[in-house]
């Protein structure tokens, strides 16, 4: 077997294995309830593994991983004084729109990619957005999706190759995306 082959099957079951964890926490047997809070942060530990690895996989694409015009991303990096003054809603509608921003630029970068083991760590990473919007739905944050023309106050950057795509998906769930998921009230509630 071809060692891409294998790795994007791996890839395939840490992902899948990730989202079992989570459709496990959120089931209860007979009882119709809303979304239990995930406040556990190993199923984010394995998107940003996955994220790590796209981005990896991203590098070695040279010049057919070059996008024709360049892609709107999230601002990765935190500025912790500026992140701490913003309350959690403020602070949630930018991770959610910096995931929205995320999913619509490795969208884009679908559409011309051809290598099978690439597709995958994109298909793989669309998912993973996917799962992260659900759960922060399931820690009671209110759903915010972003006008298309407009990222709201979310700063930005622009990206001209899928390894930068990458590289900013996967220092924004290390970054963002984890300060928020570790300080949700929710999960606060029971830490004294």
């Known amino acids: ?20 964890l989570m459709v496990l926490e959120w089931a209860q047997p007979g009882l119709p309830s809303p979304l239990r809070p995930i ?3 190993r199923a984010l530990d394995l998107f940003i593994k996955e994220a790590q690895k796209a981005e990896d996989a991203m590098r070695s694409c040279k010049d057919a991983c070059t996008l024709t ?20 809603e403020q602070q949630a509608q930018e991770v959610q729109s910096g995931l929205w921003m995320l999913n619509q630029a490795i969208n884009s970068l679908k559409t011309s990619i051809n290598n099978t083991v690439l597709l ?7 998912g993973n957005i996917i799962s992260i919007g659900q759960v922060l739905r399931s820690l009671s944050f209110q759903e915010y999706t972003p006008s298309a023309t407009a990222s709201g106050s979310t700063e930005t950057w622009r990206v001209s190759s899928a390894s930068a795509l990458f590289q900013v998906h996967f220092n924004f769930l290390r970054g963002k995306v984890r300060l928020l998921l570790s300080h949700a009230p929710v999960c606060q509630q029971g830490v004294s």
């Open 39 to 41: 406040c556990d942060l």
């Open 1 to 20: 077997m071809c060692q891409g082959y294998k790795r994007s099957l791996k890839l395939q079951e840490s992902g899948i294995f990730a989202l079992l």
């Open 120 to 126: 995958s760590h994109i298909d793989n990473s669309l």
């Open 69 to 88: 015009e360049p892609l709107t991303v999230p601002q990765p990096s935190v500025d912790y004084n500026v992140w701490k003054r913003r309350d959690m």
